[in-house]
T-cell receptor, first 111, second 112 residues
């Protein structure tokens, strides 16, 4: 079945850029998403990209999609301590009826 | 505006009891999804409702799990004869289109 992989952990210094990577296997994915989860909280939709795009920018967030390599990344510019959280990438299947999530990347921002 | 709401926020139950979890989707969203998040399994899809169509139950882990959506709005997820491995956070999401799913805060279920 479909599989979404992420590295477990990323540590950066405040003010640096963070890049969180994700790979997926379903070539028929329609949309790819990034969600943020803070401790004890639900999933917050950060941004998403349609599969026929290769880049999307939204303020400090830049999403890059390499459809050939099935690689998705999220870049956070000028990372702040409030960005510390777990970040999940997810793909929407072609039927549009479910998301498959990666295991999440814990981002730690050091002051 | 109001987001997806879920109740209860926390539920502790004894093994073997039945539980009901509730989800109120965002008004106007026709699609509703249930997922669960557990330490060992990450985030897993459970069930999907779209309008008046038959639900996609392909993610339900056993026949002890069932869900209903009444009037195209509120949904309840029922777990019968709960087991300890059912302990998880149960998340509900809704969407208007296929592109954006908005999640509720979840119900943390603990089976003792």
């Amino acid at each position: 079945g479909e599989d979404v992989e992420q590295s477990l952990f990323l540590s950066v210094r405040e003010g640096d850029s963070s890049v969180i990577n994700c790979t997926y296997t379903d070539s028929s994915s329609t949309y790819l998403y990034w969600y943020k989860q803070e401790p004890g909280a639900g999933l917050q939709l950060l941004t998403y990209i349609f599969s026929n795009m290769d880049m999307k920018q939204d303020q400090r967030l830049t999403v890059l999609l390499n459809k050939k390599d099935k690689h998705l990344s999220l870049r956070i510019a000028d990372t702040q301590t409030g960005d510390s959280a777990i970040y999940f990438c997810a793909e929407m299947n072609n039927a549009g009826n479910m998301l498959t999530f990666g295991g999440g990347t814990r981002l730690m921002v050091k002051p | 505006g109001a987001g997806v709401s879920q109740s209860p926020s926390n539920k502790v139950t004894e093994k073997g009891k039945d539980v009901e979890l509730r989800c109120d989707p965002i008004s106007g969203h026709t699609a509703l999804y249930w997922y669960r998040q557990s330490l060992g399994q990450g985030l897993e899809f459970l069930i999907y409702f779209q309008g008046n169509s038959a639900p996609d139950k392909s993610g339900l882990p056993s026949d002890r799990f069932s869900a209903e959506r009444t009037g195209g709005s509120v949904s309840t997820l029922t777990i019968q004869r709960t087991q300890q491995e059912d302990s998880a956070v149960y998340l509900c999401a809704s969407s208007r289109h296929r592109d954006e799913q908005y999640f509720g805060p979840g119900t943390r279920l603990t089976v003792t």
